[in-house]
């Protein structure tokens, strides 16, 4: 067998173990409209039919999960306040039958302490800048979610505003 169709076979196999998921809702926090904004249209576009909600902070980050469990949680680890860390913290410490997957951005490169971010209980992060479809292709990593099962990402728009969820 080909490396090739060796890795084709071993792509279809994992495909098939686990459930195609197509996010329902996806959770941005961050204190920047801009970044929020960014998001909601990334995403919207992509995952049609997905609820994003967007929230400026950790405490309306905690209420939003509380009252409704993402798909995923994208986090802003430069958040203003309590900031991103303690939110994640705050996440896994919540008792819930399933584990939200939870994506940080961040400019940093190491956590102030001089940790890397590789040792936070995280599902995956993107070094800003980024392009949408990183993002993208991230979630549909973390839900076993296929190219095909969502609407192609357009280019984004200048100039919308948020608008709604």
Known sequence: MSPDAL???????????????????????????????????????????????????????????????????????????????????????????????VIVTTALRELSDGRSLRTLDIDGFLAKPFEPSQLVTMIRRLLSVPPEATARPRALEAGRSESHA
């Open 7 to 101: 890795r084709r076979a071993l792509l279809a196999a994992a495909l098939h173990e686990r459930p195609r998921i197509a996010p329902s809702r996806l959770l941005v926090a961050g204190d920047d409209p801009d970044y929020r904004a960014w998001f909601r249209l990334a995403l919207a576009r992509t995952f049609r039919g997905a609820i994003v909600e967007r929230v400026p902070d950790s405490p309306s980050a905690l209420a939003a999960i509380d009252h409704a469990e993402p798909s995923v949680a994208i986090l802003d680890l430069d958040m203003l306040g309590s900031g991103g860390l303690d939110l994640v913290a705050s996440i896994r410490a919540r008792p819930s039958e399933t584990r939200v997957p």
